[in-house]
């Protein structure tokens, strides 16, 4: 059935792009293991290297594979549930209301790492629905209002991170800053674990409202025409991606941009229909930051930078590129 | 089919249509027929409830309308809305799929069966060999029979149109009346039309309902209610009324 829609057209190829992304994901994830600011001597790992290889960086890498899935799946979700391919969490203030609750978490439950995702994915979920009632208005909802509405709610969850900021002292700032720019140096296990989780579950909420989201992408009152129950939809839809954005957030912090450019990009490659979109989108995502942190780990070592910054610098430029192209 | 019974609808509370009441019965068509503000598309909005109801009542084949799920409602009325913009890359034959939503599982794919029903109305909309087009490079009136087609994919057995030959041409717009009114008569269905073409609704409707102020001025057949008296206080525009020379029906020519 995966090609019965469109198969006709040079934009739709599902089997061929499932194919090169797998190809790709799994170059990316071998190519990611041989890297990294210590070279690894894979014939005869000493105690040493098989630590840092099997505590640090696999952890690692799997872990930036599931945020760039989550994040993936979060921006193609809301980008049909809007109405706005230009929806992303970053840009929408769901990941500043993420970084904010992990903030929360990291002031007052110091010792503690399980309130973290917990109140990443209630800042997460606020952010949301504040962005959602500010953007929408009695004629609707557009592009110009709903961004607009992302810029306000994510300069004023700045500014309060900022106040918070200030509570740390100097060694925790600097980790504190490279986290918010999104880095993936400081994931755990246990995070890796609970990332994973967070994938596969939103990722199942969230194809199971594929079929309706194609119809929620064309209009709202188009989807109630036609059956669907839009307000379960939106509900689903928001929780399911604020826990993604939250989960991912609270671990890795803010990265920008993968959930803006990934599914623009697979949409160019086999069209709109989510059922398409959603899974293709996971694992691109997981390819475009397990590539880019590759990157963030060698490309000055033996320091680091962090994954956000290699995101943004690879997705600004594309995406201006997009968009003057569509 | 459907009986409507002293609706009042309208935003927020507050009505703009009130008392409404008619009945429409199998192969008929009935004409909403108003100026701009009169509350046709309100009324056409509360008929399937995408606009819930303040006051009044409306029975689906006896039955309350409200007792039905939106799946259910969508199996049995289908909607003509205006031609839609959509901002994604979406084919027409995805589009018009769409229209099979309510048959399927909500997950999964399309069946076989419905690919075909899909292609079948893809064809009776003059839209073959479109299958593949995207929505955003069409023109206005191939969204717009893209947008009929989506509906008579429903297979539902009330048509609710809004304006269903805005951006058609001339063989589009009798395309599209004698496809609904050919629904009408050989399948048991039953059409609601909003248009503003008087020429239209004298030819095609069953029953024409003239509003005026968001109540019903009129109702009747149209050699009833396309009166110049009527056609004056609604549209404060002096017609000429005769009669078409084939048809035999009323022939509408406002007077500049």
């Given at each position: 059935?995966?090609?019965?829609?469109?198969?006709?057209?040079?934009?739709?190829?599902?089997r061929r792009?499932?194919?090169?992304l797998?190809?790709?994901?799994?170059?990316?994830l071998?190519?990611?293991?041989?890297?990294?600011?210590?070279?690894?001597?894979f014939?005869?790992?000493?105690?040493?290297?098989?630590?840092?290889?099997?505590?640090?960086?696999?952890?690692?890498?799997?872990?930036?594979?599931c945020?760039?899935?989550?994040?993936?799946?979060?921006?193609?979700?809301?980008?049909?549930?809007?109405?706005?391919?230009?929806?992303?969490?970053?840009l929408?203030g769901?990941?500043?209301?993420?970084?904010?609750?992990?903030?929360?978490?990291?002031?007052?439950?110091?010792?503690?790492?399980?309130?973290?995702?917990?109140?990443?994915?209630?800042g997460?979920s606020?952010?949301?629905?504040t962005?959602?009632?500010?953007?929408?208005?009695?004629?609707?909802?557009n592009?110009e209002?709903?961004?607009?509405?992302?810029?306000?709610v994510?300069?004023?969850?700045?500014?309060?991170?900022?106040?918070?900021?200030?509570?740390?002292?100097?060694?925790?700032?600097?980790?504190?800053?490279?986290?918010?720019?999104?880095?993936l140096?400081?994931?755990?296990?246990?995070?890796?674990y609970l990332?994973?989780?967070?994938?596969?579950?939103?990722?199942?909420?969230?194809?199971?409202?594929?079929?309706?989201?194609n119809?929620?992408?064309?209009?709202?009152?188009?989807?109630?025409d036609?059956?669907?129950?839009?307000?379960k939809?939106?509900?689903?839809?928001f929780?399911?991606?604020?826990?993604?954005?939250?989960?991912?957030?609270?671990?890795s912090?803010?990265?920008?941009?993968?959930?803006l450019?990934?599914?623009?990009?697979?949409?160019?490659?086999?069209?709109?229909?989510?059922?398409?979109?959603?899974?293709?989108?996971?694992?691109?995502?997981?390819?475009?930051?397990?590539?880019a942190?590759t990157?963030?780990?060698?490309?000055?070592?033996?320091?680091?930078?962090?994954?956000?910054?290699?995101?943004?610098?690879?997705?600004?430029?594309?995406?201006?590129?997009?968009?003057k192209?569509? | 089919?459907?009986?409507?019974?002293?609706?009042?609808v309208?935003?927020?509370?507050?009505?703009?249509?009130r008392?409404?009441?008619?009945t429409?019965?199998?192969?008929?068509?009935i004409?909403?027929?108003?100026?701009?503000?009169?509350?046709?598309?309100?009324?056409?909005?509360?008929?399937n409830?995408?606009?819930?109801?303040?006051?009044?009542?409306?029975?689906?084949?006896?039955?309350?309308?409200?007792?039905?799920?939106?799946?259910?409602?969508?199996?049995?009325?289908?909607v003509?809305?205006?031609?839609?913009?959509t901002?994604?890359?979406?084919?027409v034959?995805?589009?018009?799929?769409?229209?099979?939503?309510?048959?399927?599982s909500?997950?999964?794919?399309?069946?076989?069966?419905?690919?075909?029903?899909?292609?079948?109305?893809?064809?009776?909309?003059?839209?073959?060999?479109?299958e593949?087009?995207?929505?955003?490079?069409l023109?206005?009136?191939e969204?717009?029979?893209?947008?009929?087609?989506?509906?008579?994919?429903?297979?539902?057995?009330?048509?609710?149109?809004?304006?269903?030959?805005?951006?058609?041409?001339?063989?589009h717009?009798?395309?599209t009346?004698?496809l609904v009114?050919?629904?009408c008569?050989?399948?048991?269905?039953?059409?609601?039309?909003?248009?503003?073409?008087?020429?239209?609704?004298?030819?095609?409707a069953?029953?024409?309902?003239?509003l005026?102020?968001?109540t019903?001025?009129?109702?009747?057949t149209?050699?009833e209610?396309?009166?110049?008296?009527?056609?004056?206080k609604?549209?404060?525009?002096?017609?000429?009324?005769?009669?078409?020379?084939i048809?035999?029906?009323?022939r509408?020519?406002?007077?500049?």
């Open positions: 059935m995966l090609e019965t829609v469109g198969q006709k057209s040079r934009f739709f190829q599902p792009t499932l194919a090169l797998i190809v790709l994901l799994v170059f990316c071998m190519a990611s293991v041989f890297f990294g600011s210590e070279n690894l001597n014939a005869d790992l000493s105690n040493l290297e098989r630590t840092i290889l099997f505590d640090v960086r696999l952890p690692r890498i799997f872990l930036g594979a945020v760039g899935a989550s994040l993936a799946l979060a921006g193609a979700a809301l980008q049909s549930l809007l109405r706005n391919p230009l929806a992303d969490p970053y929408l769901v990941s500043s209301g993420a970084a904010l609750g992990t903030m929360l978490a990291f002031v007052f439950f110091t010792n503690f790492e399980f309130p973290r995702p917990i109140l990443a994915f209630i997460a606020a952010a949301t629905f962005v959602y009632q500010m953007a929408k208005s009695k004629a609707g909802m592009v209002r709903l961004a607009l509405s992302g810029v306000i994510t300069t004023l969850l700045s500014s309060i991170i900022i106040l918070f900021t200030s509570l740390l002292d100097a060694t925790k700032l600097r980790s504190f800053t490279f986290w918010l720019l999104g880095d140096s400081q994931g755990t296990k246990n995070g890796f990332v994973f989780i967070s994938a596969i579950l939103g990722g199942v909420v969230l194809f199971s409202q594929a079929k309706a989201l119809l929620m992408m064309i209009g709202e009152r188009d989807a109630l036609f059956g669907v129950e839009v307000e939809v939106r509900l689903i839809v929780v399911a991606s604020a826990f993604l954005v939250g989960v991912s957030v609270s671990s912090g803010s990265v920008g941009y993968v959930g450019i990934i599914p623009h990009l697979i949409r160019l490659s086999v069209g709109s229909d989510n059922r398409l979109v959603l899974p293709f989108s996971a694992i691109a995502g997981a390819t475009f930051i397990v590539f942190d990157i963030a780990r060698t490309i000055i070592a033996p320091r680091e930078l962090p994954v956000g910054a290699i995101t943004a610098l690879i997705g600004a430029p594309m995406f201006i590129y997009l968009l192209r569509s | 089919m459907l009986e409507v019974k002293n609706i009042s309208g935003y927020n509370g507050s009505p703009v249509v008392n409404i009441s008619f429409l019965e199998k192969g008929k068509i004409t909403l027929l108003g100026a701009n503000g009169s509350g046709k598309t309100t009324i056409l909005k509360a008929l409830l995408s606009l819930p109801l303040i006051e009044g009542e409306i029975l689906l084949e006896g039955r309350l309308l409200q007792s039905f799920t939106r799946r259910e409602i969508a199996r049995k009325i289908t003509v809305a205006q031609e839609t913009e901002k994604f890359p979406v084919t034959l995805e589009f018009v799929l769409a229209g099979r939503f309510a048959h399927g909500a997950f999964g794919w399309e069946t076989q069966q419905d690919l075909q029903i899909a292609r079948e109305c893809i064809k009776l909309c003059d839209l073959e060999g479109y593949e087009r995207l929505m955003n490079r023109s206005g009136g969204r717009q029979r893209a947008v009929l087609a989506r509906a008579l994919a429903t297979q539902a057995k009330i048509l609710l149109l809004d304006e269903p030959t805005n951006n058609l041409d001339l063989s717009q009798a395309l009346f004698r009114k050919n629904r008569q050989k399948c048991d269905s039953a059409a609601i039309v909003i248009t503003h073409d008087l020429n239209l609704a004298s030819e095609f069953d029953e024409i309902i003239l005026s102020g968001g019903v001025l009129t109702k009747g149209p050699h209610v396309l009166t110049q008296e009527n056609l004056q609604v549209f404060n525009v002096r017609v000429l009324l005769d009669e078409n020379p048809s035999r029906n009323l509408i020519t406002a007077i500049y």
